[in-house]
């Protein structure tokens, strides 16, 4: 990840891990038929990798096709006025073993929709990548038009 402008830091793999263990709902994106579509989902950090809980459709069959997914969080510093974006990049994998089953059930995972969710699944990393930058004041996006008062049709 390239240095996109002034203030922005990359962050160290550890500092991303550590901001996805802060929160606990991302945007999934994956590849459905020919389009890629993205979907929100709550999930856990467990061991290096991402896990989730789902019912069966779109989200789930595209996951676990051949092609490669990835996960998006973001957030907010208010005391510091800077957001920041981890991306994880992908595999995602069915969980089946009994074993490991076992060891996700107890993950806090709360999906916030309800209906039964009786898929796991996890997202094995290949890359991860953060970002941290300042947000910039709202008068810097300020011209002659902003606060111009536009007819209903516009």
């Not at 990840?1 to 991302?26: F, I, K, Q, Y």
């Not at 459905?32 to 979907?39: E, S, T």
């Not at 209906?115 to 991860?128: C, D």
């Amino acid at each position: 990840m390239g240095n996109d402008g002034p203030g922005v830091t990359e962050l160290a793999v550890n500092e991303c891990w550590a901001l996805l263990r802060s929160v606990d709902v991302g945007r999934l994106a994956v590849i459905v038929d020919d389009h890629p579509d993205i979907f929100p989902l709550n999930y856990a950090v467990d061991h290096g990798t991402l896990v989730f809980r789902s019912a069966q459709g779109t989200k789930v069959s595209a996951a676990l096709s051949d092609a490669p997914v990835a996960l998006e969080v973001d957030g907010y510093i208010a005391r510091s006025h800077e957001a920041w974006s981890v991306v994880i990049k992908g595999r995602a994998e069915g969980i089946r073993e009994i074993g490991e089953l076992m060891d996700t059930v107890d993950l806090p995972l709360f999906p916030w929709q309800a209906g039964p969710k009786n898929l796991f699944l996890r997202l094995v990393p290949s890359a991860v990548t953060g970002r941290r930058f300042p947000v910039a004041d709202q008068a810097a996006w300020q011209n002659p038009l902003s606060n111009v008062r536009r007819s209903p049709s516009e």
